[in-house]
């Protein structure tokens, strides 16, 4: 697949012009899991100023996953049959699983933000195993997905699935462990290298040190434990005293403010505009994060008005950064749902975070501290096989459940030329640019997707050579024809791209 450079010469200025369908559907595709016929219809002819604040703050509103009955519960509060505990164990986990998938279906930006900051503040769930931890964990990243970045950072570093996975729970005073500090600075807040020294991360393990206290139950939230605590002066980015775990946060944020926010405005970038952000020949990438750098470190590092400035912005909506990234598993699953307008079910749900993990994303266990690396990675001869396989499938029992919801479809978009014209190429136009960001590249693309949705009507369409004559999708084939284009569109190149 061909790789995009960022070509991109538009600025922050805000976008003005009412919305098309192309950039609705962009801007919907983006901020969530992209979004049904109807409310992609809804935002055409919108301007993106108040488009946006309107989704950003219905963001803002959202609530979490609700606490499940066992959110706090120990080991203690599992059967004593070690087989019966884990296979309790497993379905709450199950049960997360699908209130979560639900809630990416479901919560637009929100949830498409916490799951961003899942590979961001990344966790794997093997390295603790408690449903509960897994909870908290979730609930942080929803909690603070569009709030302050500094609160949020505090937060997630006192997670029990964070304190596991990188360590905390062995950082004890007189022994400190230096994941988290090192991590915290390298992949969390600055980036490698970025303005810090190995003596900065020793003396801020040290500060991180006595959240130990496990209890004597597995599964138990860790807390403090002050006999555990470092209590010598540390000196972090030239600061000395006495710090603990609040001081660190406080002395990060107020020493390198400028570091905090080009990194994490840059991968803010990278995820919502273009995985290049480079632009080595000379591009406007690095102005754009400037721009954004300081609207963040301005607001006292608030995500919500980055995130109003990047998606109100004339380079946000350029045409260059239209379909430009590679769909992650979660975008081809989830996009497919919310695009096609599909019943579905919490089956479907769990089949599709289960098909994530066949393809390179499963779910809450990234394959190492850097989280996935998307993009590029996501495409391999194998993974793209099962990309293609698995999204057939799903057409398959869509189809099964319910041909007629295809019908359904395709009159939606195509409108009353889906009943009244008597040339299909017509009416499958529109399902085409649906589905895809920008179409097909040439029109040799589309005569093929023309046949792949005539091909199961056993008619002939043009008598005498020259007069179109078509079943229309009124007509018996209707939901078939578009089950079959569907799936011919999900072998498609652009069909990858968002």
Not at 157 to 178: F, I, Q
Not at 180 to 198: C, D, S
Not at 313 to 331: C, L, N, R, W, Y
Not at 489 to 497: A, G, H, I, V, W
Request: hydrophobic share 35%; proline share 5%; charged share 20%.
């Amino acid at each position: 697949m061909e790789y995009f450079i960022n070509c991109n010469s538009s600025t922050l200025a805000p976008y003005t012009t009412p919305l098309d369908e192309l950039r609705a559907a962009h801007l919907y595709r983006r901020l969530g899991f992209s979004a049904p016929v109807q409310t992609i219809a809804a935002a055409v002819g919108q301007t993106a100023g108040p488009l946006v604040d309107s989704l950003v703050d219905q963001a803002l509103a959202a609530l979490p996953i609700p606490a499940p009955a066992w959110a706090d519960w120990n080991n203690a509060d599992y059967p004593a049959d070690d087989d019966l505990a884990r296979q309790m164990r497993r379905a709450h986990i199950e049960e997360l699983t699908t209130a979560y998938g639900n809630a990416l279906a479901n919560n637009e930006l929100l949830d498409r933000l916490s799951f961003f900051w899942s590979n961001h503040f990344v966790t794997q769930l093997e390295t603790y195993d408690c449903p509960q931890f897994l909870f908290y964990y979730l609930n942080c990243l929803q909690r603070n997905a569009l709030g302050n970045f500094k609160t949020f950072t505090s937060e997630i570093g006192l997670t029990s699935a964070m304190l596991y996975y990188l360590d905390g729970v062995r950082n004890r005073g007189n022994n400190p462990n230096e994941n988290y500090a090192r991590e915290l600075y390298e992949l969390f807040t600055l980036g490698e290298g970025n303005n810090y020294t190995e003596e900065d991360i020793i003396e801020t393990s040290k500060a991180l040190s006595g959240y130990t206290e496990r209890g004597e139950e597995g599964c138990t939230q860790v807390t403090f434990d002050p006999s555990e605590f470092n209590t010598d002066n540390k000196t972090i980015f030239g600061q000395t005293g006495n710090w603990g775990y609040d001081d660190v946060i406080d002395i990060l944020f107020n020493q390198r403010p400028d570091e905090i926010g080009w990194f994490i405005c840059k991968k803010l970038y990278e995820f919502f505009v273009h995985p290049d952000s480079t632009n080595d020949d000379g591009g406007i990438a690095p102005q754009i994060i400037d721009g954004l750098a300081q609207t963040f470190i301005n607001s006292g590092f608030e995500i919500a008005p980055v995130l109003r400035q990047l998606f109100k912005s004339q380079h946000f909506f350029d045409e260059t950064a239209i379909g430009v990234i590679i769909k992650s598993p979660a975008d081809l699953y989830f996009n497919l749902l919310k695009e096609t307008g599909f019943t579905y079910d919490d089956g479907t749900i769990l089949n599709m975070i289960d098909s994530c993990s066949l393809i390179g994303q499963q779910f809450f266990q990234p394959p190492e501290v850097e989280g996935w690396q998307r993009d590029r990675t996501w495409i391999n001869t194998n993974f793209i096989i099962g990309r293609w396989l698995t999204v057939e499938m799903f057409l398959q029992r869509f189809y099964q459940e319910n041909p007629e919801q295809f019908r359904d479809l395709g009159l939606s978009l195509s409108g009353n030329a889906g009943l009244t014209s008597n040339n299909p190429d017509e009416v499958a136009r529109p399902i085409i640019d649906k589905f895809l960001p920008k179409g097909l590249l040439t029109d040799a693309d589309y005569d093929r997707a023309f046949i792949a949705f005539r091909s199961d009507v056993d008619i002939n369409y043009y008598e005498g050579g020259t007069t179109p004559s078509w079943t229309l999708l009124g007509w018996e084939t209707g939901p078939s024809q578009v089950y079959l284009l569907l799936r011919h569109l999900s072998r498609e190149p652009e069909f990858q791209l968002k």
